[in-house]
């Protein structure tokens, strides 16, 4: 069964940083794609970020390129999301998303909350 | 980036057919997916490629659709249905959503 666990959300103040991790398992974690995509509270979904299957190219949306970083540890089966200079904007649930080779999302995790709020 | 529009509500009864639509700004090719989200859970994969089920998920859910316009089709509509669904693109690298269509039954 495939299971996708994230984990490190919680509430951050603007312009700290903040790293979240998805653990994988029930597949071969280094065959696939991996994605995150966030929810604002009431929200639709919003992509943030792909990294391909062996980490050599990543993919990011304009507004946190250059702030946010997806990388993988495949020999972990693990996922992550280095978030820096956050802004209130930033709040909402991550999703770590299994991604297919054409790039949609068939597996996701139960989401992690990230509050930016002074 | 490549907008994607949806009509944002759309209220049916038990046992009808109902079609709920998606219209990309720019042709996609079949690169087009759904998914079915329930309050408070994830979202999750109904059909992929315009037209293609996702494993487990029960055929009265159909897609068809290509370039621009695409449709995800519920016969019969079931209670359970209730939810929001959202259209998703991969036609380029940077994949979008469109706002989401909540369904509801009378």
Redesign the interface.
Same mark, same amino acid.
């Given at each position: 069964e495939v299971q996708l666990v994230e984990s490190g959300g919680g509430l951050v103040q603007p312009g700290r940083s903040l790293k979240l991790s998805c653990a994988a398992s029930g597949f071969t974690f280094s065959d696939y794609a991996m994605a995150w995509v966030r929810q604002a509270p009431k929200k639709g979904l919003e992509w943030v970020a792909t990294i391909i299957y062996d980490g050599s190219s990543t993919y990011y949306r304009d507004s946190v390129k250059g702030r946010f970083t997806i990388s993988r540890d495949n020999a972990k089966s693990t996922l992550y999301l280095q978030m820096d200079s956050l802004r209130s904007e930033d709040t909402a649930t991550y999703y770590c998303a299994r991604s297919d080779w054409e790039y949609y999302f068939d597996y996701w995790g139960q989401g992690v909350m990230v509050t930016v709020s002074s | 980036?490549t907008v994607l529009t949806q009509s944002p509500a759309l209220a049916v009864s038990p046992g009808e057919r109902v079609s709920i639509s998606c219209r990309a700004s720019e042709g996609v090719n079949s690169?087009m997916?759904w998914?079915q #989200?329930k309050p408070g859970q #994830?979202?999750?994969?109904l059909i992929?490629?315009a037209s293609n089920l996702?494993s487990g998920v029960p055929a009265r859910f159909s897609g068809s659709g290509s370039g621009t316009d695409f449709t995800l089709t519920i016969d019969p509509v079931e209670a359970d249905d209730t939810a929001t669904y959202?259209c998703?693109q991969?036609w380029n690298? =940077?994949? =979008?959503? @469109? @706002? @989401?269509t909540k369904l509801e039954l009378k």
């Open positions: - | 980036d690169y997916h998914y #989200q #994830q979202p999750k994969l992929y490629k996702a959202f998703q991969s690298d =940077t994949w =979008t959503f @469109g @706002g @989401g």
